[in-house]
């Protein structure tokens, strides 16, 4: 009997703890229905009355440039995740492999480098850019933003290789297979579920976190990623909410879907003492 | 020293192979953070704005500006004060992170039926762009029509709608709460992870010694989660410290200036305050945050072995 009361009790208070981490989720997903006039009732109604699906359409009016921010967002979370894996793989492969002068210097910096985040960088990528002749160009977007992911790829991928035996490829290197062979048809196989997820992980990150960035480097319209594009529309005095909030939940489902392929594999890259410093 | 390759000459060409691998992300590493952070220190020495890029020497002027300038119409030094806020802020923030984080971590790791399920949508919120938690958090806490005050005003505890984003105080704890829950999945799911790896046996034995639920909990789990939730807090500490977008989007800093933390007050100088601003300025701001940054990155990596020997 007590027993049984303590579970419910639980139930109820994780229900509570996920009303609140489900809260604003909700409340994007209730506007998105609603037809204009009911997202302006005072107070507001908590479910809507007469749901329906014309916002989708709407949105394509009130943000006319919506799949080219789609479209950009696309783009700058693929070349994130390209730069990174192309970078990531075999540094992560080096450090788990080979006897690397100052290997406790590389890991440190990777662990400082995950620290920082775009704000504290904004002027000198700014003059970094500009000096490249960049300013307001995709390449501009991908090439900063990669500076932020690749750190815990690299330490997520060589975790991952550390735990791929040695005497497998050793085995490989016996039967006359070059060290790269034996790296691209016995380790690399292997390490492949965290290397897509190493990708996915890279791909949301340009996609959902260029804001800061494009802030900065871009002025086009054209060029802005969706973060930046829904804020423009945000930042007026008048809001069309029902539509923003259909435009964002277009925009969120990418990445809050991918992201639930990848969260393993995120954590065990964040709790890095998996590879000994 | 693993490898079993034979003689001097080899060794050196495995040495320096493997530095051949390490290569790209050294080099890409340099050029865009490296180089970036010793840009920062140089640029601090300097005069230089978005209207006249070439620097100009300034010795410690920019810093002596940052530890003087009052802004006209402002209370206080305007750097020192946004420091300070910023302080404040973070604190907020990683005290509601950490305490519900704990709390979350708890119930998603106790036996209930549906746990998977609620593990699942307490971390969906992780993969939202922050730019779009934000804008969303703007509108559930909005003043007339906003979710928040909809249900304030419906249980009746409140009879005039909060704003929340209004007035100084309550934007400042708003825009903490926002950041928090944008921060909260993260904590959740190390946090759980960290429960997890609490060894069964040791919990049996407790039990069997006839120890209380709430005796196992504070005497055997806690303890072991410790470390797990100190370098958590701790790399929670240094993102919250460098967060921009929640308050950005829902209050530019303000109102006034009630949350313009450092991150905000560094963007404003370097590219919004023409006249009193500058590139100078802003680098002489950002190298106090690096140095933020720096210390609590090596008290991290401290309390990163220090849970690393605990647990062998």
Known sequence: MRKGLAKVATHGLVMLFLVFMLLPIYQMVITALKPEAEAWLVPPSLVPRRPTLENFAEMFEIVPRLPRFLGNSFIYGLGVSLVSLGVAVPAAYGLSRHPIPGRRGILFLLVYANMFAPIMLLVPLYDIIRVLGLLNTRPAMILAGSVFTLPLSVLLLASYFEAVPRSLEEAAWVDGCSRLRALGQVVLPLVLPAMVAVAIYAFITGWSQQFVLALVLIQSPDLMPITQGLYQFFSRSSVRWPELMAASLVAASVPMLLFMLVQRYIVQGLTAGAVKM | MFHRWRGPGARWRARWAGFLYVLPMLLYLALFLIYPIGRVLYLSFFDVTLLSMTPQWAGWSNYLWAFTFRMPGQEGVYFLASLGRTVLWVGLSLLLKVSLGLAGAILLHQELAGRQVYRTLAVLPWGLPWAIAAMTWAWTMNTQFGLVNGVLLRLGLVSQPVAFLGAPVAAFVSTAVADAWIGLPFMVVMILAGL?????????????????????????????????????????????????????????????????????????????????????????????????????????????????????
Request: aromatic share 10%; proline share 6%.
């Open chain 2, 196 to 312: 997890q790896s609490v060894p069964g046996d040791l919990l049996d034995a407790a039990l069997v010694d006839g120890a209380s639920p709430w005796i196992r909990f504070f005497r055997v789990t806690l303890p072991l989660v410790r470390p797990v939730v100190l370098t958590t807090a701790l790399l929670s500490t240094v993102w919250t410290f460098n967060s921009f977008d929640p308050i950005w989007v829902m209050t530019r800093g303000g109102p006034v200036s009630a949350t313009e933390t450092l991150p905000i007050a560094i963007y404003n100088v370097a590219f919004r305050l023409l006249r009193f601003g500058g590139l100078g300025k802003a680098a002489a701001m950002t190298t106090v945050q690096v140095l933020v940054v720096t210390a609590i990155t090596l008290g991290y990596l401290q309390a990163l072995r220090g849970g690393q020997e605990g647990s062998q």
